[in-house]
């Protein structure tokens, strides 16, 4: 059922050059090959976006939706056909992926929701006033869709940060064409979900060009992506170092784009005195499902617990011992990401203090196994090596002499997506001293729970200060996510016939900033 041909502008096209998937767990190579995406199938695709966006990008709201939750549901019905296949290609359980499908869909469904809501154009008028000194002009003003956006697949979510993910689904609802540079680890499933779009594509007699998929395993194909000049923006969920290199050739370019880039995080999780002192047994049981679920291959990983030395850190300390060795080995993403692990855990124990805790079962040489350090806040200050994020089941538990010694510590952390604060309301008073400290380091401060799980709504933001992510004004999950693919464009004096439909007087459909003030207008 699947063809290895990348998807050009509704075009399935082979090449000279293939790859294979490979099975996470066995090793295997899955059938069939798939073709490696050529520069000329960079510029056709690039092309054949920049075309479809002169409609796609002033396409009536409503159809735009209709479009979003058409993609769903043919996503949906792929049902055990693409579970089997992300399966094979992640080594992720079942329920996860199904759960991942259930997320993926949902995304869409939102973001249409959101589309039709329309509210995220930011509509602003301010009316003429000829008897000002000088004259008001009349300034009326919409975002519109930045254009192009060349999205790059993650391997840790084959799901919902891949093909149809939120960056795709964020990118549609503000308008935009959309590039996909599949992740080679799940080729067969980027183009069982790529199949399910360009079908959505064909069906809502959208130009072909809206969507296209590029699969491929060298960086020339994702340097030539962020460098054709007809893409605008660039969405991407990886290594530190990837997103570096993508933000290098955007300012390379003669038009540099924005490139955001969610890359490294530790989420660092404090354990206030008191609320830890109630129960450091159930804390720590908790704290190491969390760090190890899902092989712990998520960017909101807890990988720094900072609490106080004590008696209760101490049975903190004892709990997780004893927790991590009845702690499965669980298949890892990809041989790189294991390899990777592997070396990162081997780095993170050779640092001076660093003390070990437990670890959890050994399996295959594609298992990752989970592995706890602690060290003291002193140590872990004098090498940075503590503060670089272990992609995998891992996590450092540091001790501190005080909550001023926690404060100073969470001072010099990078950005990070998440920080998390466990208490009690006989800690609030010491935790409100923190929040200062915890807003200006992350994009999403948590109370008593862990910060893996990351909801799609509203309010939610999964981004954060440099280099949780490139750009620390935006989020890549929630609706909010569609503003990184909007531009404010402001119409002065333009008459009426001329306007956008949007804001001319009195057909105004959404939530509008008039004068100074919000209404909603009538329809
Ligand atoms: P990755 O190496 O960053 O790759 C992600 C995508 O970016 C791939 O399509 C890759 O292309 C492309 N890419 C990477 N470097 C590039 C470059 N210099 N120029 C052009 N394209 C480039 O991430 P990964 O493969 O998923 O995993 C590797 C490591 O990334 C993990 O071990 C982990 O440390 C980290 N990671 C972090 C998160 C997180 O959420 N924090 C998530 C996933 C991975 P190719 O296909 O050609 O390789």
């Not at 000279?16 to 295997?28: E, L, N, P, Y």
């Not at 939706?65 to 290609?89: S, V, W």
């Not at 975002?143 to 790059?152: N, R």
């Not at 590039?179 to 183009?191: D, F, I, L």
Request: with cysteine; hydrophobic share 40%; aromatic share 6%.
């Amino acid at each position: 059922m699947l063809t290895g041909k990348n998807h050009i502008a509704g075009e399935w096209r082979g090449g000279d050059r293939s790859f294979t998937a490979v099975d996470a767990a066995s090793g295997d190579k899955l059938e069939p090959h798939f073709a490696e995406a050529s520069k000329s199938d960079v510029a056709d695709a690039c092309a054949a976006a920049a075309e479809a966006q002169k409609v796609f990008g002033s396409l009536a709201l409503g159809k735009r939706a209709a479009f979003l939750r058409l993609a769903a549901d043919k996503i949906d019905a792929l049902g055990d056909t693409l579970t089997q296949r992300a399966m094979a290609e992640s080594g992720l359980p079942e329920a996860r992926l199904n759960g991942e499908r259930g997320r993926t869909v949902g995304q869409l469904r939102l973001f249409a929701d959101e589309v039709e809501n329309g509210a995220w154009q930011g509509l602003r008028i301010d009316h003429a006033n000829p008897d000002r000194t000088p004259p008001k002009p009349d300034l009326r003003m919409r975002k519109i869709p930045l254009g192009p956006v060349a999205v790059f697949g993650a391997s840790n979510f084959p799901l919902a940060f891949s093909v149809a993910g939120g960056d795709t689904a964020s990118a549609f609802a503000a308008g935009c064409c959309v590039v996909v540079k599949g992740h080679p680890a799940h080729p067969g499933t980027s183009e069982l979900v790529g199949g399910a779009i360009a079908e959505a594509v064909k069906e809502s007699g959208l130009p072909e060009g809206v969507f296209s998929l590029l699969s491929g395993t060298d960086f020339e194909l994702g340097e030539a992506l962020v460098k054709d000049a007809r893409i605008a923006a660039v969405g991407f969920t990886g290594s530190r170092s990837g997103g570096l290199a993508l933000m290098e050739h955007s300012a390379n370019r003669e038009v540099p784009i924005p490139v955001f880039a969610e890359m490294s995080s530790i989420n660092p999780v404090v354990l206030m005195p008191n609320r830890l002192a109630e129960a450091p047994e159930a804390l720590a049981e908790a704290y190491v499902g969390s760090l190890s679920m899902g092989a712990g291959q998520f960017c909101t990983n807890p990988g720094i617990v900072l609490t106080v030395e004590g008696e209760a850190t101490d049975r903190f300390i004892a709990k997780a011992r004893e927790a991590l060795p009845s702690v499965a080995a669980q298949t890892m993403l990809t041989k790189g990401i294991s390899d990777a692990y592997r070396k990162g855990i081997s780095t993170l124990g050779s640092l001076d203090g660093a003390e070990p805790v437990g670890v959890g079962q050994e399996g295959s040489s594609a298992c990752g196994r989970a592995e706890v350090y602690t060290v003291s806040a002193s140590a872990f200050r004098k090498d940075n090596g503590f503060e670089e994020e272990v992609f995998g089941p891992s996590s450092i538990i540091v001790r501190c002499r005080d909550l001023s010694e926690v404060a100073e510590i969470l001072e010099s952390l990078e950005g990070q997506l998440t920080a998390t604060l466990h208490l009690n309301e006989t800690d609030h008073q010491e935790a409100a001293k923190l929040l200062p400290v915890l807003e200006q380091r992350a994009g999403r401060i948590l109370a008593n729970a862990w910060p893996t799980g990351v909801d799609v709504t509203h309010a939610m933001v999964h981004g954060g200060p440099f280099p949780a992510t490139s750009d620390g004004r935006s989020t890549s999950v929630g609706t909010l996510a569609i503003d990184r693919f909007l531009r404010p464009v402001c119409y002065q004096d333009l008459p009426e016939s001329l306007l956008p439909e949007a804001l001319k007087e009195g057909s105004l459909g959404s939530l509008t900033r008039v004068d100074g003030t919000y209404q909603l207008a009538e329809k």
